[in-house]
């Protein structure tokens, strides 16, 4: 009891202390631009209601949730062909590095040409962003897979589809996560660059609307949601991880004990 | 039971050909204890991989039960030197010995009789819901048997099973493996660098010259079948037996065939 009380000073501690500091610097600003954090908290019940978060926060929500999944699926069956084959590997790296290079936002006008102003478009923006790290790193990880763990699984006769699953996505699934780790935070990026283009609600549209409307600290709000979300969402990765790669965690603890 | 006959072994790499094995012929018979003992870097673990279906043979032919091996086969199961790296990291010790059950498409109730079982005879009955990594390089190593044993194999392949674990842990499985092999008659083949060991645990030595392989010479350990660490290790005839294997090993460095004094 008294350590998770502990460890949840200092996890707060910092946050405390920013917000005391955001407070105090801005409490008698008189401009416009860097309204008083007492009013931006003030203005945030207004702006935020539930009516809002169910049209606004919703959409870009499910929005990143459909592009980053799609990201996901594709990232590892792609990564896992490529890492499995040598000469499919030889083939695609360069073009995998070159399309990696690209900054994803600059797509944005590219994909609405194609995929319209829809969901589709954001979607596919979000996709596209985030496949790269999900993709590079499941090539890795295929490729890593330990050769006597390889040939334990061959001579028991553990092939094709069970060797997929059990073995190869299994061992590669430390990297598979690194790479999903960078991509939350590529997709949360891209969730609201694809909102400020051509977009009739989300969280990244409302942001440009309060701005454009001279509403600061409505505006203001909106970025701490960004922030809140954004840390929500990590949280939540880190729960799913702990649960999913929980052997991955006990075998390096084990590793540093005796090496 | 298991014929190697005329086995050759070329590695092909960037412009570099390693005869690794030459021509090997040995016959390990039906419940025979078989060790294979070499100089280090004698291709053992090559031709190990050959017999067991892992490695094509350049030439010659390995035969399991009359029927010729092109791929790792069912009737096989190995044991391999790393077992910190053989077993999966990401599977409980049970599931690790289940795993290739489930891909022989036995049903559940037979596999949980088989875990049971191969477990209970290397002494973790009680370790099925731990991790690997959570156990000693012993106790990995003789879940890595278990799952061999639960996989019920026509022939045991061990590849240098014991050669990285501690000396007191090693006579422990030594002893479990000679034990393994009396109460359930399975073939095994052994392969060590270890002289003392593959006379304790042998019923035959298959002695191999230094690479590109042949067989250097083939002894019948004529110990009784009740070996134990203390007094097997010292009794004349064993003496004896590792002497001319050491004197054959001394031989096969040389490069010469059968040149040693008896």
Redesign the interface.
């Known amino acids: 009891m008294r350590r998770l009380l502990l460890r949840l000073f200092f996890a707060l501690a910092l946050p405390a202390v920013l917000v005391a500091v955001w407070w105090a610097a801005s409490a008698g600003s008189t401009n416009v631009y860097w309204p008083p954090l007492r009013t931006i908290l003030g203005t945030f019940p207004d702006v935020w209601t539930a009516d809002r978060l169910r049209t606004d926060v919703g959409p870009s929500v499910l929005r990143l949730a459909a592009g980053y999944a799609t990201a996901a699926v594709v990232g590892v069956a792609l990564g896992t062909v490529i890492g499995s084959y040598r000469r499919v590997r030889a083939v695609c790296e360069p073009v995998l590095e070159f399309l990696r290079a690209v900054p994803p936002p600059v797509l944005v006008p590219v994909i609405m040409l194609f995929a319209g102003i829809g969901d589709t478009m954001k979607i596919a923006v979000i996709a596209s962003g985030c496949v790269w790290p999900v993709l590079l790193n499941t090539v890795e990880g295929v490729r890593a897979v330990?050769p006597?763990?390889a040939?334990?699984a061959?001579?028991?006769?553990?092939t094709g589809p069970?060797r997929l699953r059990?073995?190869v996505l299994?061992?590669a699934?430390p990297q598979i996560f690194a790479g999903l780790r960078q991509a939350l935070s590529i997709g949360i990026i891209l969730m609201v660059i694809s909102e400020m283009f051509a977009a009739s609600n989300g969280l990244g549209f409302t942001i440009v609307q309060f701005q454009r409307g001279f509403a600061i600290p409505d505006m203001w709000t909106g970025i701490l949601l960004l922030g809140l979300l954004g840390f929500l969402l990590s949280v939540l990765f880190r729960l799913v991880e702990r649960r999913v790669l929980g052997?991955?965690h006990?075998?390096r603890e084990?590793?540093r004990r005796s090496p | 039971m298991l014929d190697v006959h005329g086995l050759r072994k070329v590695y092909e790499g960037s412009g570099r050909r390693t005869e690794a094995v030459r021509d090997l012929t040995f016959s390990v018979e039906a419940g025979e204890l078989v060790c294979l003992v070499g100089p280090s870097g004698c291709g053992k673990t090559t031709l190990l991989?050959c017999v067991?279906?892992?490695l094509a043979p350049t030439a010659g032919e390995v035969r399991l039960a009359g029927r010729r091996v092109e791929g790792?086969p069912?009737g096989?199961?190995?044991v391999?030197q790393?077992y910190g790296?053989?077993l999966?990291?990401?599977?409980r010790v049970g599931q690790n010995v289940e795993?290739?059950l489930?891909?022989?498409k036995l049903g559940r109730e037979r596999r949980r009789e088989l875990v049971a079982d191969a477990l209970e005879s290397v002494g973790l009955a009680d370790a099925a819901g731990a991790?690997p990594?959570?156990l000693s390089g012993g106790m990995q190593q003789r879940v890595a048997i278990a799952?061999a044993l639960a996989?019920e194999p026509e022939v045991l392949l061990m590849d240098e099973p014991f050669a990285a674990v501690d000396a007191q842990t090693r006579a422990d499985l030594e002893d479990l493996v000679r034990r393994l092999w009396r109460e359930r008659g399975i073939t095994i083949l052994f392969v060590t660098h270890d002289i003392d060991e593959a006379v304790y645990l042998g019923e035959r030595v298959i002695v191999l010259s230094a690479s590109p392989t042949v067989v250097q010479e083939q002894l019948k350990v004529d110990l009784p079948a009740e070996r134990d660490q203390v007094h097997t290790r010292v009794s004349p005839r064993f003496a004896e037996l590792r002497t001319r294997v050491y004197e054959q090993i001394q031989a096969a460095k040389r490069g010469g065939a059968g040149k040693a004094v008896q």
């Open positions: 330990d006597v763990l040939q334990t061959r001579s028991y006769g553990i069970a059990e073995v299994r061992s699934s052997w991955y006990g075998l084990a590793g | 991989k067991g279906g892992l790792p069912p096989m199961a190995f391999f790393e790296r053989s999966f990291p990401w599977m795993l290739p489930k891909q022989k991790y990594w959570q799952r996989y």
